[in-house]
């Protein structure tokens, strides 16, 4: 896997699209200004966790006697059940709220909804297969975030321009392309173990 198809995997596997109506009604009582504080806040929160993962994951796989098949069918399934999601979205959507004025700390922006099971078990995934790569995967992680990151900070600006109708088709197709990902990592997981 190149650098730009592990890029584009992460970001997909990121969902900043589907993040949107989640982070707007998570952030919507606070004030504008603070807002963006907050925002980059989580972002950078999940980029320091996805990047730890990356780098530590070869680490943690082995303490905890796990080998990358167990990881790769395991992150398949999770991918499988979060491209579900995205193309058959839940009635009343996903959102969330907090009180009027409370800020959402590490927990549900920066961890799961960015920084979630699925793009950390492709992380360790990605460093354990190709250790050598550390640099590309790390460029890959970095442009995936910033495009996540970018689409995020213009959140307001993104929505108008595509309507809510261009949000759900976007979210749909993402899905579809997530659900192709995740049926490969299921069967490279298998094939693996098998060979």
Not at 10 to 20: A, R, S
Not at 26 to 44: A, C, G, S, T
Not at 77 to 94: A, N, Q, R, V
Not at 104 to 121: C, E, F, H, Q, R
Request: a neutral charge; charged letters at 15%.
């Amino acid at each position: 896997m190149d650098t730009i198809s592990a890029a584009v995997m992460l970001f997909l596997i990121m969902d900043p699209m589907g993040n949107l109506p989640i982070f707007s009604s998570l952030l919507k009582h606070i004030d504008k200004k603070r807002r963006r504080i907050v925002l980059v806040r989580e972002l950078v929160i999940a980029l320091l966790v996805m990047f730890l993962f990356l780098f530590a994951g070869d680490n943690i796989l082995t303490f905890l006697s796990l080998n990358k098949e167990a990881v790769s069918i395991s992150g398949a399934i999770i991918l499988f059940l979060i491209s579900l999601k995205m193309i058959f979205p839940p009635e009343g959507g996903l959102g969330a709220s907090l009180g009027a004025g409370e800020e959402p700390l590490i927990v549900p922006l920066a961890i799961p909804l960015m920084a979630g099971p699925s793009i950390i078990a492709t992380l360790i995934l990605l460093a354990h297969k190709d250790p050598s790569r550390m640099l590309d995967w790390s460029l890959a992680l970095f442009v995936a975030w910033l495009a996540s990151a970018v689409i995020l900070m213009f959140s307001e600006l993104f929505e108008r321009i595509v309507g809510e109708k261009g949000l759900q088709a976007i979210e749909r197709l993402m899905g579809m392309l997530l659900l192709m990902i995740a049926v490969q990592m299921f069967l490279n997981g298998v094939q693996s173990y098998l060979g």
